[in-house]
């Protein structure tokens, strides 16, 4: 998150949960030392929607996938 002031990023000091499902965050700027607190709420649907899936499940496609990604990202395996 960047800084409501100066616009450089921010680190979190302090978060907080209350009933209600608010999570208040505590953060500071790193350059300007501005402290100031966020409020996030989930949304309804998210709710619904973190309950209801499924993790996703690990394959042996899944694996080779990404070992290809892996290996067709680096440098070194360039044409």
């Not at 409501?4 to 999570?23: F, H, L, P, S, W």
């Not at 790193?30 to 973190?50: N, Q, S, Y």
């Amino acid at each position: 998150m960047n800084c409501i002031k100066c616009g450089e990023d921010t680190r979190v000091t302090t978060t907080y949960q209350n009933a209600n499902g608010v999570t208040r965050r505590r953060r500071i700027c790193i350059f300007c030392d501005l402290r100031f607190t966020t409020r996030e709420k989930a949304d309804e649907r998210d709710v619904e929607r973190a309950q209801t899936s499924e993790p996703p499940k690990k394959t042996a496609e899944g694996v080779d996938s990404l070992s290809q990604a892996w290996y067709n990202s680096s440098p070194t395996n360039k044409p």
